[in-house]
T-cell receptor, first 109, second 115 residues
Framework: EDQVTQSPEALRLQEGESSSLNCSYTVSGLRGLFWYRQDPGKGPEFLFTLYSAGEEKEKERLKATLTKKESFLHITAPKPEDSATYLCAVEGNFNKFYFGSGTKLNVKP | DAGVIQSPRHEVTEMGQEVTLRCKPISGHNSLFWYRQTMMRGLELLIYFNNNVPIDDSGMPEDRFSAKMPNASFSTLKIQPSEPRDSAVYFC?????????????FGDGTRLSIL
């Protein structure tokens, strides 16, 4: 069964405490893996696309990596403004998108 | 550049009423997606269009739901009659193409409450 699983469901960090979010997938025919950030009352905001194992993308304190079965979103020295829900999505065969349930990140000052 | 625009942002109506949600995709994007988000089920794809043609509507929950895309810059999602269990946030997203690993870009959603 094609699915995307994110862990942990929730993560509380102190400001400056680095960590990683996980996205594992069992989707046939990977066309792309996408990371989004969602703030309360807003739509998901696109962050990164990864296409093949070994690929990495960076933006400010965020770095996304991809293997054949999972992706990690590394957050280095997070700040309170990084608090949000981070969603992972995978596009597989027949242009189907599969979204994970998200990781809710709370960064305390 | 203007992103995906949805209206209304909030809708509160009584059970049995017709509800129409509207979406204007990003100019030049040729794929459009309607999603529903709830705490219990997360983001669910309802239907998607490519070049104004519905491609996959397998996520539409029942015949009470219908969607149209009369042109490249406008789409509607209609619920008739509405029920309390339809209460959710409805998102519209667009992308440059429905395949090839192009990201979807989301609007800020319509928060729908059916009383």
């Amino acid at each position: 069964e094609d699915q995307v699983t994110q862990s942990p469901e929730a993560l509380r960090l102190q400001e400056g405490e680095s960590s990683s979010l996980n996205c594992s997938y069992t989707v046939s025919g990977l066309r792309g893996l996408f990371w989004y950030r969602q703030d309360p009352g807003k739509g998901p905001e696109f962050l990164f696309t990864l296409y093949s194992a070994g690929e990495e993308k960076e933006k400010e304190r965020l770095k996304a990596t991809l293997t054949k079965k999972e992706s990690f979103l590394h957050i280095t020295a997070p700040k309170p403004e990084d608090s949000a829900t981070y969603l992972c999505a995978v596009e597989g065969n027949f242009n189907k998108f599969y979204f994970g349930s998200g990781t809710k990140l709370n960064v305390k000052p | 550049d203007a992103g995906v625009i949805q209206s209304p942002r909030h809708e509160v109506t009584e059970m049995g009423q017709e509800v129409t949600l509207r979406c204007k995709p990003i100019s030049g994007h040729n794929s459009l997606f309607w999603y529903r988000q709830t705490m219990m089920r997360g983001l669910e794809l309802l239907i998607y269009f490519n070049n104004n043609v519905p491609i996959d509507d397998s996520g539409m929950p029942e015949d009470r739901f219908s969607a149209k895309m009369p042109n490249a810059s406008f789409s509607t999602l209609k619920i008739q009659p509405s029920e309390p269990r339809d209460s959710a946030v409805y998102f519209c997203a667009s992308s440059l193409d429905s395949g090839g690993g192009q990201p979807q870009h989301f609007g800020d959603g319509t928060r729908l409450s059916i009383l």
